[in-house]
């Protein structure tokens, strides 16, 4: 047989399926289990966006569409931006793609040629390095351990700048797996940074900016410093906020040069976000919008409940997340123990020793790039929660 393509020998399965799929075999061999692993947002969108999806079917022209994305959907996306504080766009320099992943990857095919350099903080969301490794970019994470709120410095970021000159910085807030958000002065600060290096792109994928906690408003490097948007690309996605992710359907918003890059990748990938999932994607983002405020409010209440749950293990380090759906809880205190005489050197066994023995699934930390924390994620049915969390502490309380 003729061998495949160099590219595919790099890329990976990801990480976080691999453990979605153990804890579904276990359940289907019935198994009591609680998923804590998967970041979906485990809600329904609002009646609005099924009536504006039929309605469109009854008219639907059952041919191709823009490669860019409908006028009516760039501008529905315009005012969705408009109202984060994201003024001065016009469609020009916006583009679709099917969900954020297509949206990154096609950045990083249209920003980066082999070799360059990509950096990131890390932990960081599994897809950053899978997606480095197919376009064969050097990724550089930049560790922003427990001890800095996972969150990344002005100084460590002026230095990596400095030292690997990358041609992108792919930039993630609220993020994955952490769940920190940065406020609006570090948002300054690290904007002050970005200005004095001028050869590198910044991408911002700040899919979950709507699920902010405690307050917080979401910032972006373009509003503390507005001369940085002639290389900031700014990434949205209906699959979080909207509780969408099988509808797929990203955006951005950048320079208008990389706007028709990922128009003209769209043009030879999948031609156009279909009618359709279209019309529904217009109704989401501007029709009424009490799912996505509600399901914030349930997502605070439950963040509250797991972060209260690992406080009160001694040991464990989790500082507080401010957005999404994620606590990311560093887990190291348990390594050298054993449970049950499983013993457990690292996070992959922690995990595993969970599953098998409380039926509780997690992603270990170093899908995520940090080896010793693992990441929760609690759109779990609200009355799953607190038993996993129990058995979670139970495992813990186990330990020998
Ligand atoms: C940080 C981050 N970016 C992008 C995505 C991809 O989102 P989409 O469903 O729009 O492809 C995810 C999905 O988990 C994510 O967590």
Same mark, same amino acid.
Request: glycine share 8%.
């Given at each position: 047989? /003729?061998?495949?393509?160099?590219?595919?020998?790099?890329?990976?399965?990801?990480?976080?399926?691999?453990?979605?799929?153990?804890?579904?075999?276990?359940?289907?061999?019935?198994?009591?289990?609680? +998923?804590?692993?998967?970041?979906?947002?485990?809600?329904?969108?609002?009646?609005?966006?099924?009536?504006?999806?039929?309605?469109?079917?009854?008219?639907?022209?059952?041919?191709?569409?823009s490669n860019r994305g409908?006028?009516?959907l760039l501008?529905?996306f315009l005012?969705?931006i408009?109202?984060?504080?994201l003024?001065g766009y016009t469609r020009a320099n916006l583009s679709t793609g099917?969900?954020?992943?297509?949206i @990154?990857?096609n950045l990083?095919?249209s920003l980066?040629?082999?070799?360059?350099?990509?950096?990131?903080?890390?932990?960081?969301?599994?897809?950053?390095?899978?997606?480095?490794?197919?376009?064969?970019?050097?990724?550089?994470?930049?560790?922003?351990?427990? +001890?800095?709120?996972?969150?990344?410095?002005?100084?460590?970021?002026?230095?990596? @700048?400095?030292?690997?000159?990358?041609? #992108?910085?792919?930039?993630?807030?609220?993020?994955?797996?952490?769940?920190?958000?940065?406020?609006?002065?570090?948002?300054?600060?690290?904007?002050?940074? @970005?200005?004095?290096?001028?050869?590198?792109w910044?991408i911002?994928?700040?899919?979950?900016?709507?699920?902010?906690?405690?307050?917080?408003?979401?910032?972006?490097? %373009?509003?503390?410093?507005?001369? @940085?948007r002639d290389r900031t690309v700014f990434v949205d996605?209906?699959?979080?906020?909207?509780?969408?992710?099988?509808?797929?359907?990203g955006f951005m918003a950048g320079p208008e040069p990389v706007a028709k890059a990922l128009t003209t990748m769209n043009s030879?990938?999948?031609?156009?976000?279909?009618? #359709?999932?279209?019309?529904?994607?217009?109704?989401?983002?501007?029709?009424?919008?009490?799912?996505?405020?509600?399901?914030?409010?349930?997502?605070?209440?439950?963040?509250?409940? #797991?972060?209260?749950?690992?406080?009160?293990?001694?040991?464990? %380090?989790?500082?507080?997340?401010?957005?999404?759906?994620?606590?990311?809880?560093?887990? +190291?205190?348990?390594?050298?123990?054993?449970?049950?005489?499983?013993?457990?050197?690292?996070?992959?066994?922690?995990?595993?020793?969970?599953?098998?023995?409380?039926?509780?699934?997690?992603? /270990?930390? +170093?899908?995520?790039?940090?080896?010793?924390?693992?990441?929760?994620?609690?759109?779990?049915?609200?009355?799953?929660?607190?038993?996993?969390?129990?058995?979670?502490?139970?495992?813990?309380?186990?330990?020998?």
């Amino acid at each position: 047989m /003729p061998l495949l393509a160099r590219r595919i020998g790099r890329a990976k399965p990801s990480a976080i399926m691999a453990v979605a799929e153990k804890a579904k075999k276990l359940k289907a061999d019935g198994r009591d289990i609680i +998923s804590f692993s998967i970041g979906v947002p485990n809600f329904l969108p609002g009646d609005h966006v099924y009536q504006a999806a039929r309605d469109a079917l009854a008219k639907d022209s059952g041919q191709y569409g823009s490669n860019r994305g409908t006028d009516a959907l760039l501008d529905a996306f315009l005012q969705h931006i408009e109202a984060l504080g994201l003024t001065g766009y016009t469609r020009a320099n916006l583009s679709t793609g099917i969900g954020a992943k297509h949206i @990154l990857y096609n950045l990083a095919e249209s920003l980066l040629d082999e070799g360059d350099t990509i950096a990131y903080p890390s932990p960081y969301w599994t897809t950053y390095a899978d997606i480095a490794d197919i376009v064969n970019a050097k990724a550089v994470p930049l560790p922003c351990p427990a +001890s800095q709120d996972y969150k990344l410095t002005p100084a460590q970021l002026d230095d990596a @700048l400095a030292t690997h000159k990358p041609k #992108v910085l792919l930039f993630n807030n609220p993020s994955n797996p952490t769940g920190m958000v940065y406020t609006r002065d570090e948002i300054a600060a690290l904007a002050d940074v @970005l200005v004095k290096h001028p050869d590198t792109w910044i991408i911002t994928d700040d899919i979950y900016n709507r699920m902010l906690f405690d307050g917080l408003a979401y910032t972006n490097f %373009v509003q503390a410093r507005p001369e @940085l948007r002639d290389r900031t690309v700014f990434v949205d996605s209906l699959s979080k906020t909207y509780g969408m992710p099988g509808w797929r359907v990203g955006f951005m918003a950048g320079p208008e040069p990389v706007a028709k890059a990922l128009t003209t990748m769209n043009s030879n990938h999948i031609t156009n976000v279909p009618e #359709v999932v279209t019309a529904a994607a217009i109704a989401a983002l501007t029709g009424p919008q009490d799912v996505p405020t509600q399901k914030n409010a349930e997502f605070q209440a439950k963040r509250d409940q #797991v972060l209260a749950a690992m406080e009160a293990i001694p040991g464990v %380090v989790c500082p507080r997340p401010q957005g999404a759906f994620y606590v990311f809880p560093d887990i +190291s205190c348990a390594f050298g123990k054993s449970h049950g005489g499983v013993k457990i050197e690292n996070d992959v066994d922690f995990c595993n020793a969970l599953l098998e023995a409380k039926g509780v699934a997690c992603v /270990p930390g +170093s899908a995520f790039g940090e080896p010793r924390a693992l990441r929760i994620s609690y759109t779990c049915p609200t009355p799953q929660l607190a038993p996993g969390l129990q058995r979670f502490q139970e495992f813990f309380a186990e330990l020998k």
